[in-house]
């Protein structure tokens, strides 16, 4: 049992955006967490200086508050290169980096030929017989040496939080190229180093780095790290609902757009804390979801990320917030008896702006001619103020028995002339925010 303190680590690339996807990794490493009390660090992994991008940083950080996920500790891999060069010397010492000259179409050419025999493509080793002799023939002429990491050959097992069992065959992978010709270090080997460094516990990444656990276990011992040491866990990937890699959509599912949007936060982390898990979906306070997040109860088939299942969780979470929590938020003037009106009636806190302008602006309701002599009777009943939440009642009743109206027949036209709405909050609630005046306007046209 282990009993350090649980420490985790989100480590996006800054190379775009973040998005549902990386997003419920982050999700589930702050969920877990805040159930252990571990702590939970953000590693920003830019080693690919090409494509990494102080902005998308930037815009990682941000969209991290907005969700209200918070960090202990935070590292950036490009600013410690010295330590990756480090363990790269420990390695070469140890026998366990060997020096390659392979070009890109020497290595295609060799998978081409292995393929041909029927053979799994793997790296043939061929540079690990390079004598020193020829070692130095390829560096007069120019070439630097990248660095592959000789792997251990073992079957590579660990129980997965999500999985149980798993198990990769290292025979079967090639040797991992950990630091290129220009010198600079790969994610597969900044990763171990930093993962061994900052004592992480607990992994928690996508399925997509089940081999990359694999090769990196290997790693971890060969750089002096102990089996066991570290608990993997891997989410099942995301699909769209026809069952397509949502990678592709991913520009339309980032945290902006769905901010831009207006979905809440905590409508997002509620959904994607559950997102693939037994447990149902429901709008739970980070408490709550923190108390019941259980990696052993998350299915082991790809989950379907449904925009309708989010747009539900951000509805049923408006329905239950307090005046005193959204008011900062509504139009300045807008009552605690406002929100209590149309809390019930929203998809997206946005909403609220529009019947803000509905009860207490200028509409024009849509014509109703055929309706002239009803709504004119409707407005000649408007009882006199002051209004409550008994004077619809009273209203539509002596209305409807007058015009000889109920049920649909009665209701739809006044809702109709009254909001400019087909539907929308009881006209109990309404009636006395809008009052008489506006009401007297919008039924007379
Ligand atoms: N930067 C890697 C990624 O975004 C991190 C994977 C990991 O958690 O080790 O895929």
Same mark, same amino acid.
């Given at each position: 049992?282990?009993?350090?303190?649980p420490?985790l680590?989100?480590?996006?690339?800054?190379t775009?955006?973040l998005h549902v996807g990386?997003?419920?990794?982050?999700?589930?490493?702050?969920?877990f967490?805040?159930r252990?009390?571990?702590e939970l660090?953000?590693r920003?992994?830019?080693?690919d200086?090409?494509?990494?991008?102080?902005e998308y940083e930037?815009a990682?950080?941000?969209d991290?508050h907005?969700?209200?996920?918070p960090?202990?500790?935070f590292?950036?891999q490009?600013?410690r290169m010295?330590r990756y060069?480090?363990?790269?010397e420990?390695?070469?010492?140890?026998?366990?980096l060997?020096?390659?000259f392979?070009?890109?179409e020497?290595? @295609?050419?060799?998978r @081409?030929?292995?393929l041909?025999?029927? +053979?799994p493509p793997?790296?043939d080793?061929?540079?690990?017989?390079?004598t020193p002799?020829?070692r130095?023939a390829?560096?007069?002429?120019?070439?630097?040496?990248?660095?592959?990491f000789?792997?251990?050959?073992?079957?590579i097992?660990?129980n997965?939080?999500v999985f149980g069992e798993?198990?990769?065959?290292?025979?079967s992978?090639? !040797?991992p190229v950990?630091i290129?010709a220009d010198g600079?270090?790969l994610?597969?080997?900044?990763s171990?180093? !930093?993962?061994?460094?900052?004592?992480?516990t607990h992994?928690?990444?996508g399925?997509d780095?089940?081999?990359?656990?694999g090769?990196?276990? !290997?790693l971890?011992? @060969?750089l002096g790290?102990?089996p066991g040491?570290?608990?993997f866990?891997h989410?099942?990937?995301?699909?769209?609902?026809e069952g397509?890699?949502?990678?592709?959509?991913?520009?339309?599912?980032?945290?902006?757009s769905?901010?831009?949007?207006g979905?809440?936060?905590d409508?997002?982390i509620?959904y994607?804390?559950?997102l693939?898990?037994a447990d149902?979906m429901?709008?739970l306070t980070?408490?709550?979801?923190?108390?019941?997040?259980d990696l052993g109860r998350?299915?082991?088939?790809?989950?379907?990320?449904d925009p309708?299942?989010?747009?539900?969780i951000n509805?049923?979470?408006l329905?239950?917030?307090?005046?005193?929590?959204v008011?900062?938020?509504l139009p300045?003037?807008a009552t605690?008896g406002f929100w209590?009106?149309?809390?019930g009636?929203l998809?997206l806190l946005s909403?609220?702006?529009?019947?803000?302008r509905?009860?207490?602006?200028?509409?024009?309701?849509?014509a109703?001619?055929?309706?002239?002599?009803?709504?004119?009777?409707a407005?000649?009943h +408007?009882?006199?103020?002051?209004w409550?939440a008994?004077t619809?009642?009273a209203?539509?009743?002596a209305?409807?028995?007058a015009?000889g109206r109920r049920?649909?027949?009665?209701?739809?036209p006044?809702?109709?002339?009254?909001?400019?709405?087909?539907?929308?909050? !009881? +006209?109990?609630?309404?009636l006395?925010?809008?009052g008489r005046?506006?009401?007297?306007r919008?039924l007379?046209?």
């Open positions: 049992m282990n009993t350090r303190t420490r680590r989100f480590a996006p690339s800054p775009g955006y990386n997003l419920r990794t982050a999700v589930a490493n702050y969920l967490a805040a252990h009390g571990g660090m953000l920003m992994d830019d080693t200086l090409a494509r990494s991008r102080p930037a990682i950080q941000e991290l907005w969700l209200g996920i960090w202990a500790q590292a950036r490009s600013e010295d060069e480090a363990a790269a420990r390695l070469k010492a140890s026998g366990h060997y020096p390659c392979e070009s890109e020497e290595l @295609a050419a060799k @081409a030929m292995r041909k025999r029927r +053979l793997v790296y080793r061929a540079m690990l017989a390079l002799e020829q130095a390829a560096e007069a002429n120019g070439k630097r040496p990248y660095w592959r000789k792997l251990s050959g073992d079957t097992t660990w997965d939080l798993r198990r990769v065959k290292l025979p992978v090639s !040797d950990l290129r600079t270090p994610y597969t080997f900044t171990v180093v !930093d993962d061994l460094e900052f004592g992480v992994i928690i990444r399925e780095h089940v081999t990359n656990t090769i990196q276990i !290997d971890m011992a @060969a790290g102990k040491d570290i608990a866990a989410l099942p990937l995301l699909t769209d609902a397509g890699k949502l990678s592709k959509r991913f520009d339309s599912l980032s945290v902006r769905l901010r831009k949007d979905l809440e936060p409508a997002i509620a994607l804390a559950r693939g898990s149902d429901a709008p980070r408490a709550e979801l923190a108390d019941s997040f998350m299915s082991h088939s790809a989950a379907i990320f309708r299942q989010l747009l539900a509805r049923h979470l329905h239950r917030l307090s005046f005193a929590e008011a900062s938020r300045p003037e605690e209590l009106a149309v809390r009636n998809d909403e609220a702006r529009d019947w803000w509905i009860v207490t602006g200028d509409i024009v309701p849509p109703q001619p055929e309706e002239a002599e009803f709504l004119r009777m407005a000649e +408007l009882p006199a103020e002051p409550d008994a619809a009642g209203w539509t009743k209305l409807g028995a015009a049920g649909k027949a009665l209701f739809h006044l809702r109709l002339a009254l909001t400019g709405e087909e539907s929308g909050p !009881d +006209l109990r609630d309404l006395p925010l809008i005046d506006r009401a007297l919008r007379t046209g």
